[in-house]
């Protein structure tokens, strides 16, 4: 779309294709060469996707109400159409040779993952190296994209896309992290062997809090929450909103409906537009309130909705596919486990507190009372806590989100006591947890670059009227039964929006805190670095 519109401009750079032409109506042969190149990309994009045809038709039909013959596939001649259809073709043939290995459905050449599969159903976790990633088994699994597979073994997705071409990211190392703040925790490392268990204890902590039942009222206002440090959680709010100079209205929810729609809100799994078209969605619906009032920058000229977007979209997406490059090449190279692994693992092995108490493993849980105990003879009697595991006793038992209910329309299943070898994230059974590494995490990663072009693109990190946010209703939750009422999600600023998007993965037993920290940091300079480049684009600065 960027290329199209810089086709017809004097003065901007186009990214792959930059050839200049011009128009008695700029405007109209503008129009016509967006929509071939985005139709045309699409098609090829999304033709083995799931749900292919529906999506084809409705590309199809949107050509057909612009008057535009999908028929019309010559890359020959200065005509808007064959210009589109030539951007289209300069677009798919980098694509092929950007290190995607998109000839081979982007599967990684070398990897094969060092763990054998975790089998869900089944309690623990074997692992041959506790800090590296294992695949799940699933009796019936959704892929990432939506794929119904049965008795599926997850595959890893995007292990060498570190290696891709970025947008601005300096060129992949040989280990292919052209952003490396180092390695996550290790169980086992003396430097950080402490923090991978806290971090573990966390995910339990945080899991344990999915409970309605308890009650507990939270203001979770932007006055109380937001307002971080990157990679950091000391925020307290804001003191005012700075469009209205008013303070922000209190608003008390129950904390198990507000962590639970978090979770939820921002999951972007199977069958949803992910977290970097997440973020596309934001941008829009921030362009609709800021139109007719658009100034790059937040300064100069006011422009057209036309350039606004095509502008923003070259930014923004610049900066989710380098954040993407860069997130996964952590990935790739680090291959860290992920929380379903850690807490099955460490947990089976015993508790790591007290070396004269029973069940006692230098790497297993810290134990914390009321959440992570080991079983007794007492604890397990009948009408005790852990009476539901009397027949394991010795073992080590964590409070916390009990699973999907047997009816999720109706039941809610709350924190209860389980062995840790049983313990799954707040996740639909058929997904459990993504098919890849843990470190970095893409939601923050993707999150915090995207946050960073809306700050610096739109000229404030406010968003417009300095809140933002959407109303879950009471009862739409797909997990289980909730929230018990209506619960609104709202930000002042778009980091706040995104340090929530990271916060919610740790909620959904998804990562661990370091993944969420520093992916926010490598997020930071992917927006950063994608804004100063796209602004070298539209100046016409590129290629000089």
């Known amino acids: 779309m960027w290329d199209a519109w810089a086709t017809y401009d004097q003065t901007a750079s186009g990214d792959l294709f930059t050839e200049k032409h011009t128009s008695p109506d700029v405007a109209a042969a503008r129009d016509e060469t967006i929509s071939y190149a985005a139709y045309r990309v699409l098609s090829a994009r999304f033709i083995k996707a799931v749900g292919a045809s529906d999506s084809l038709s409705e590309f199809d039909d949107l050509m057909d109400s612009l008057c535009y013959p999908i028929a019309t596939s010559t890359t020959e001649g200065d005509s808007p159409a064959a210009i589109g259809n030539r951007i289209a073709a300069t677009v798919l043939t980098a694509g092929k040779a950007d290190g995607s290995n998109e000839a ?263 134990l914390v009372p009321g959440l992570i105990e080991v079983i007794t003879k007492e604890s397990s009697a009948q009408g005790q806590r852990h009476a539901a595991l009397a027949t394991s006793v010795g073992k080590i038992a964590i409070k916390a989100w009990g699973g999907i209910p047997a009816d999720a329309k109706t039941e809610t299943t709350g924190a209860v006591w389980m062995l840790a070898g049983d313990w799954v994230p707040y996740q639909l059974p058929t997904f459990v947890t993504p098919s890849f590494q843990g470190y970095a995490s893409g939601h923050s990663t993707f999150s915090r670059a995207a946050a960073e072009v809306m700050t610096a693109f739109t000229g404030s990190e406010y968003f417009p009227g300095g809140v933002s946010g959407y109303t879950i209703k009471a009862g739409s939750l797909k997990n289980e039964k909730g929230p018990t009422t209506d619960v609104r999600l709202e930000w002042a600023t778009y980091f706040d929006a995104a340090d929530q998007a990271g916060q919610s993965r740790l909620f959904g037993g998804i990562h661990i805190k370091a993944d969420d920290f520093n992916g926010r940091v490598i997020g930071s300079q992917c927006g950063k670095d994608a804004w100063a480049l796209a602004q070298r684009y539209y100046a016409g600065q590129v290629g000089l």
Do not use: C
């Open 104 to 366: 081979n459905g982007y599967a990684a050449p070398d990897y094969k993952p060092i763990n054998p599969p975790l089998v869900v159903n089944q309690t623990g976790a074997r692992l041959v190296d506790p800090n590296r990633w294992q695949p799940l088994q699933l009796e019936k699994m959704i892929s990432q994209n939506g794929i119904p597979v049965t008795n599926g073994v997850q595959q890893a997705i995007g292990p060498h896309w570190g290696h891709v071409t970025g947008f601005a990211l300096p060129a992949a190392n040989a280990a292919g992290t052209p952003i490396d703040p180092g390695p996550p925790p290790r169980l086992g490392d003396p430097a950080t062997d402490q923090a991978f268990k806290d971090q573990a204890v966390e995910v339990i902590r945080d899991s344990s809090e999915l409970d309605p039942s308890v009650g507990t009222m939270i203001d979770v206002s932007p006055g109380t929450r937001g307002g971080n440090s990157l990679g950091a959680n000391d925020g307290m709010g804001h003191a005012v909103n700075p469009a209205t100079g008013k303070p922000y209205d209190p608003e008390l929810v129950n904390s198990g409906d507000f962590y639970r729609v978090m979770t939820e809100f921002w999951a972007d799994g199977p069958k949803s537009e992910t977290p970097p078209g997440h973020w596309n969605v934001l941008a829009n619906l921030v362009s609709d309130e800021m139109d007719p009032n658009l100034k790059i920058g937040g300064t100069g000229a006011t422009v057209g909705r036309l350039e606004w977007d095509v502008k923003l979209y070259l930014a923004v997406n610049g900066a989710v596919h380098d954040a993407a490059i860069a997130a996964w090449g952590l990935k790739g190279h680090y291959d860290s486990v992920r929380p379903i692994s850690m807490i099955r693992f460490t947990g089976g092995l015993g508790q790591s507190s007290d070396p004269n108490g029973p069940s006692y493993a230098p790497e297993g849980l810290p």
